[in-house]
T-cell receptor, first 111, second 115 residues
Framework: AQSVTQLDSQVPVFEEAPVELRCNYSSSVSVYLFWYVQYPNQGLQLLLKYLSGSTLVESINGFEAEFNKSQTSFHLRKPSVHISDTAEYFCAVLNTDKLIFGTGTRLQVFP | DTGVSQDPRHKITKRGQNVTFRCDPISEHNRLYWYRQTLGQGPEFLTYFQNEAQLEKSRLLSDRFSAERPKGSFSTLEIQRTEQGDSAMYLC?????????????FGEGSWLTVV
């Protein structure tokens, strides 16, 4: 079965610093990968997704992720974070029409 | 398009009581999902529907849990004889197999606290 592993449960970072949230997937077939963000006491919002084509995908708020087949990774990056990026970030893989999520990474941005 | 709507947003109940959550998906979406999320964890799949048919159920969905989608539109998730371990956020999501992208959209969730 397909699964994802998020290697870091928490990532503290100062405002305007770059950040990388790591995600590795396990699959022997084609994968559809997603990053969702969850702000406190809210549901999940889609940040970006990889279905096919270009391995670098971007979101509207400056995040990007690169699909790396050889390393089975889909790490999320942002060159300069804001206080408002503080949230929980979930990596997910589509497995027979349903999403399977990682355990999440809490990004805490400090001023 | 009002997004996925869930009701109630918060529910506190005594152990042993029954609770029901409702989900209204995005109007043109034929797939509807239920997930459970506990503090500090990622969402865990419970079940999903395509139209009115329940296509898959997780082993997490014990006999006390039942989900329905009678007309292929809204769905209900009922938990009977609640236990403290049922305390969690229950997330509903929807998608369409007729639209490209396989994007699954989530609601705001329904928080359940069993005391």
């Amino acid at each position: 079965a397909q699964s994802v592993t998020q290697l870091d449960s928490q990532v503290p970072v100062f405002e305007e610093a770059p950040v990388e949230l790591r995600c590795n997937y396990s699959s022997s077939v084609s994968v559809y990968l997603f990053w969702y963000v969850q702000y406190p006491n809210q549901g999940l919002q889609l940040l970006l997704k990889y279905l096919s084509g270009s391995t670098l995908v971007e979101s509207i708020n400056g995040f990007e992720a690169e699909f790396n087949k050889s390393q089975t990774s889909f790490h999320l990056r942002k060159p300069s974070v804001h206080i408002s990026d503080t949230a929980e970030y979930f990596c997910a893989v589509l497995n027979t029409d349903k999403l399977i999520f990682g355990t999440g990474t809490r990004l805490q941005v400090f001023p | 398009d009002t997004g996925v709507s869930q009701d109630p947003r918060h529910k506190i109940t005594k152990r042993g009581q029954n609770v029901t959550f409702r989900c209204d998906p995005i109007s043109e979406h034929n797939r509807l999902y239920w997930y459970r999320q506990t503090l500090g964890q990622g969402p865990e799949f419970l079940t999903y529907f395509q139209n009115e048919a329940q296509l898959e159920k997780s082993r997490l969905l014990s006999d006390r849990f039942s989900a329905e989608r009678p007309k292929g539109s809204f769905s209900t998730l009922e938990i009977q004889r609640t236990e403290q371990g049922d305390s969690a956020m229950y997330l509903c999501a929807s998608s369409s197999d007729r639209l490209s992208g396989n994007t699954i959209y989530f609601g705001e969730g329904s928080w359940l606290t069993v005391v």
